[in-house]
């Protein structure tokens, strides 16, 4: 038996050695749950009823529910969400009773992934135009949310390019339609001063279907195509960021991105070393507004 659990351990340090050797060993992100939504919304099932055979007659209430889901591991403070009927389903020839409505708390989900989704009623409206037979009316929506996306880099104080290793691994991301898709680093350039500087740059991208505005009170309104999408980077780590522009981000129409200088002076060149330093990068300054899918009632005379 004792033989055994030598040859185990023996064969576990092995294992790490080879893994080390081969450059095998796995590097993961800070968030486990990712993805480009960091709140979802969906028309409650069967608020409202969406079935040819159980259409709504005139002035029936109509019940419109919406169920957010936060993605994020923290919660979401109440009022962070905005949500809102759009269409035929606010217009007082067609619909009556229709609400813009802000999100309760919504808490985050959980290690092993389960979501906990909340509600806002948006009604009940009611039909008050004119119906000949049967007819169908499409519901459709909005909502806009507003919270920090918290990015969880690397960034490499080294004067060697070739120990430079990836700055941004899977799950460095939160579940979020803005993203940092790139880092991109140069070694350290230690001055004959003895004192070290840092440049890089990164890239902030619009990844989802929906546009950043300029804060929750902007969301919903009307914008021509000369409104621009901004927001503002914020980078932290061992030593003092500067981003270009105070940390401005303007985002280009036809890419959805925008490509930041930093740089990091000061930097100790008797403390440079190949093992990653902590980088968190935080996008602010912005609301993201998306579109609800739609859903289609019936209505009969």
């Known amino acids: 038996m004792k033989n055994s659990i030598t040859f185990m351990a023996v064969l576990g340090v092995l294992t790490m050695f080879i893994a080390g050797c081969t450059g095998t060993t796995a590097s993961t992100g800070y968030y486990k749950f990712t993805g480009d939504k960091m709140v979802t919304a969906t028309f409650v099932k069967d608020a409202p009823v969406s079935m040819e055979t159980a259409p709504y007659e005139k002035g029936d209430d109509i019940d419109i529910a919406v169920e957010l889901t936060n993605k994020l591991p923290e919660d979401i403070p109440a009022g962070k969400v905005k949500v809102r009927l759009t269409g035929d389903a606010t217009m007082p020839n067609f619909f009556t009773g229709a609400k813009e409505m802000l999100s309760p708390l919504l808490k985050k989900i959980d290690e092993q992934g389960v979501e906990n989704p909340d509600e806002v009623e948006l009604g009940p409206i009611k039909y008050v135009g004119d119906i000949s037979g049967k007819i169908p009316k499409t519901i459709i929506g909005q909502y806009c949310y507003s919270y920090p996306v918290k990015v969880k880099a690397n ?46 740059k990164v890239t902030v991208k619009n990844k989802g279907a929906g546009r950043v505005v300029s804060s929750l009170g902007d969301c919903f309104k009307f914008r021509d195509r000369r409104v621009r999408q901004e927001l503002k980077l914020e980078a932290k780590g061992a030593y003092n960021i500067e981003c270009e522009k105070g940390g401005a981000v303007t985002l280009q129409e036809d890419t959805q ?25 935080t996008l602010t300054n912005f609301a993201y507004e998306d579109e609800i899918a739609p859903v289609t009632i019936w209505l009969e005379a």
Do not use: H
């Not at 390019?161 to 899977?170: D, Q």
């Not at 803005?178 to 440049?199: A, C, F, H, M, Y």
């Not at 925008?258 to 990068?281: H, M, Q, R, W």
């Open 257 to 281: 991105e925008k490509i930041v200088d930093c740089t990091v002076k000061g930097i100790d060149p008797a403390n440079l070393g190949k093992v990653p330093s902590e980088l968190t990068l």
């Open 155 to 200: 960034l490499f104080y080294t004067a060697k390019a070739e120990e430079i290793g990836s700055n941004l691994v899977s799950g460095s991301n939160p579940p979020s339609a803005v993203q940092v898709t790139k880092i991109e680093q140069r070694p350290v350039d230690v001055s004959p001063n003895n004192v070290g500087e840092l440049d890089f």
